[in-house]
């Protein structure tokens, strides 16, 4: 049974979104059971109730203020939100934070055999699309004359059996565009996954908890793009080697016992360390270089 003081988080009960959006929220040291396929768990640890849903069927339930929370494709918010304009609905929700998964664009795609020179020349063509009203904004805004017509699944198939000219769907690799013989020609929308929350009253406890969510989630994400690093240095090519390390802050200095003229770095580094730099590093004179994984931060 859903109780009011509880924090309501809506996320995608199965498909692209599912596994980081669980990963995120366990990150955060809630401790829920999001193994059974049930709409509702409820965490034992944190007055938290987290709802699985179709993805579709987040901003609504954001909007109408079913939950306070939710964690959704920016593609599939624009598009709602797009939809609900054309109806003059007031848009109630708030981005909260951008996510580092869910990452794909909005493309447009023709025949890799098709003569596409830019938009102006998409004049009078049909476009098959599950996403029309980001579509229909981004073309009639360039006064581009166009035909659309929507569908929900299998949209990269439209133009090999003569449905349509174009495809605007999404893509992340490219691969399932290349499978069927079509070319990516103009990107319309760069997405990534977001906590959006509802608006009106929320009381103070929770917007605390929001508050709390979402530093430990900018903590997690942070983490997720740093490493550790340690290594040792002879002391005469510290400048050089420091030189090959970017988005280090604060290097820890200390001396390695028994070696008088090296030392050891201790380090947080705000990028990963490539394979190159590991290499660059250890011909500047560096030894026991070790990249080591962060599972959480606070600053
Ligand atoms: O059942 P439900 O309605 O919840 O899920 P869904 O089938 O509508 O969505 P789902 O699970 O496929 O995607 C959820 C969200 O993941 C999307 O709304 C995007 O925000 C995000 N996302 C990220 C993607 C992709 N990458 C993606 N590649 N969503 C879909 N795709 C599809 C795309 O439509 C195409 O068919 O993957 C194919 C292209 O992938 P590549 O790698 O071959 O280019
Ligand atoms: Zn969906």
Known sequence: MLKKNRLRIAMQK?????????????NCGIKINLEQKKLISFSENMPIDVIRVRDDDIPGLVMNQIVDLGIVGGNVLKENILSKKSFNTKNLYKLLLNLDFGICRLSLACRKSSEYENLQSLKNFTIATS??????????????????????GSVEIAPRVGLSDMICDLVSTGATLEANNLKEVHVIYKSNAQIISRKGNISTLKKELIHKLITRIQGVMQARESKYIMLHAPTSKLNQVMSLLNGIENPTISKLVGHPKKVVLHMVSKENLFWETMENLKKAGATSILVLPIEKMME
Do not use: A, E, V
């Open 14 to 26: 199965s498909g692209r979104l599912s596994y980081d959006s669980k990963k995120l929220l366990l």
């Open 131 to 152: 996403y029309p009203y980001i579509l229909k904004k981004y073309l009639n805004t360039r006064h581009i004359n166009f035909r659309s017509f929507t569908l929900k």
